[in-house]
């Protein structure tokens, strides 16, 4: 007899490994993507050395955060990894503002929502950070509800 619970568990550690594999390998070219998208052409060597510094930085900082969320039981996750990885938004927002490239105009629900995304850059979904994302994604997000799902039914039972 198979163990339905096991397997679903054993599922959940392999999704989340590969969104995080997944999010790491999109981060720095997104740091990279968000400042050349911002920032007036060309970009000045500065400004692009420093994008590559900030990619890096967001690799590791915003890597680590979502890999520690991940790697917890779904019932102690306080956040999704979406969130965490909108805090990267700092990385290219503080290259840009620092080359003197004026903030864009947002509407009053997006001033609100990402008050500190100046730029507009917060992505909406893992598709935003890039192709690579979107599928691991949402195969974990969907494993997540399912086995919340489960586990409240099995609750319930007792």
């Not at 198979?2 to 720095?28: H, K, N, Q, R, T």
């Not at 995304?117 to 893992?126: G, I, K, Q, R, S």
Request: aromatic letters at 4%.
């Amino acid at each position: 007899m198979v163990d339905v619970a096991s397997d679903d568990e054993a599922a959940i550690v392999a999704y989340a490994a590969e969104l995080i594999a997944a999010i790491e390998a999109a981060l720095g070219p997104w740091v990279m993507a968000a400042v050349a998208h911002r920032h007036p052409r060309p970009l000045p060597p500065e400004v692009e050395e420093a994008a590559a510094i900030a990619a890096e930085e967001a690799v590791v900082d915003v890597g680590r955060r979502v890999k520690e969320l991940l790697l917890l039981d779904i019932d102690d996750q306080w956040t999704n990894p979406l969130a965490i990885v909108r805090t990267a938004t700092a990385y290219p927002t503080a290259i840009l503002a620092e080359a003197g490239v004026p903030p864009v105009p947002r509407d009053a629900s997006d001033i609100r929502i990402n008050p500190d995304d100046l730029y507009a850059l917060a992505p909406a979904t893992f598709g935003d950070l890039g192709d690579g994302v979107h599928e691991p994604g949402l195969v974990w997000g969907a494993a997540k509800a399912h086995l919340h799902l489960s586990r409240r039914r099995q609750e319930a039972k007792k």
